[in-house]
């Protein structure tokens, strides 16, 4: 990623750290990008495929970050934001280290659409790396929690948060008391910290898991489903094309 985003990001995460330590909380420890292993839900998709993906998504804009002023509202396990004509579908689990990447490259110009009405974006919070934690579940927690974010009025923040404190594979992953402090932190609206420690969606989070593993839009021509996959008003986008979604919008 360019240096400009470097740093931003790098400041956002060292800011929430001595807030966290404030509240006597201890930040999440990240591993480095050479420690992450990617992992795919059903079967393992084609490695080489994954590496030219990654080559394409580590370059984010540089500049300012944009700040978002779209609604979003959930059902089930489906964060539902902005109310453009594009539909989008993204399919993401919180602990995947390429879905993070695709947050560092898309995730502001995913932003910058949605305030300008230009699409609608859904988001399916899927749960297919929980076994890449000990103890297990981090992923459904993750999940819940961002689903929580949505009727608490913080989601698009908390996304974001979400993926720039990515815990690494093989830890204990977030705590619930993290995932409530972030929250807290972002001014979550009602009971934010009983639906997540409370787990109110989790139910909701294994039910889209099974649903897209079994949906044939999401799946590569082997039948097997991975994260990140993308939707362009049903069909698979192609995101190792950087610009995919500009000539969506251009083509609108």
Not at 140 to 150: G, K
Not at 156 to 182: K, M, R
Not at 231 to 243: N, P, R, Y
């Amino acid at each position: 990623m360019g240096g400009a985003s470097r740093n931003e990001k790098r400041r956002k995460q060292e800011a929430a750290n001595a807030r966290l330590r404030a509240a006597g909380i201890t930040p999440p420890q990240k591993a480095s990008d050479g420690r992450r292993t990617t992992f795919i839900a059903v079967a393992a998709l084609a490695v080489v495929a994954l590496v030219v993906g990654i080559t394409v998504l580590v370059t984010r804009d540089s500049g300012e970050p944009v700040v978002p002023t779209y609604s979003a509202t959930a059902s089930g396990a489906v964060v539902t934001a902005g109310n453009g004509p594009i539909v989008i579908d993204i399919y993401q689990d919180y602990l995947c280290p390429v879905c993070e990447r695709f947050e560092e490259r898309y995730g502001e110009q995913l932003t910058t659409a949605l305030n300008n009405g230009q699409v609608t974006v859904r988001y399916h919070a899927v749960s297919i790396l929980d076994s890449r934690t000990d103890p297990e579940g981090y992923s459904t927690r993750a999940a819940n929690a961002a689903v929580c974010a949505a009727p608490a009025g913080i989601f698009p923040g908390y996304h974001q948060a979400l993926f720039d404190n990515q815990p690494a594979e093989g830890s204990g992953g977030l705590t619930d008391e993290q995932l409530v402090a972030f929250g807290a932190e972002l001014g979550a609206a009602g009971d934010f910290a009983g639906c997540v420690t409370g787990a109110a969606n989790a139910a909701a989070v294994a039910a889209e898991t099974e649903t897209a593993a079994a949906t044939p839009a999401v799946q590569n021509a082997e039948g097997q489903f991975g994260t990140p996959t993308v939707l362009l008003d049903g069909a698979q986008a192609d995101i190792a094309d950087t610009g995919w979604l500009q000539k969506a919008i251009d083509a609108a």
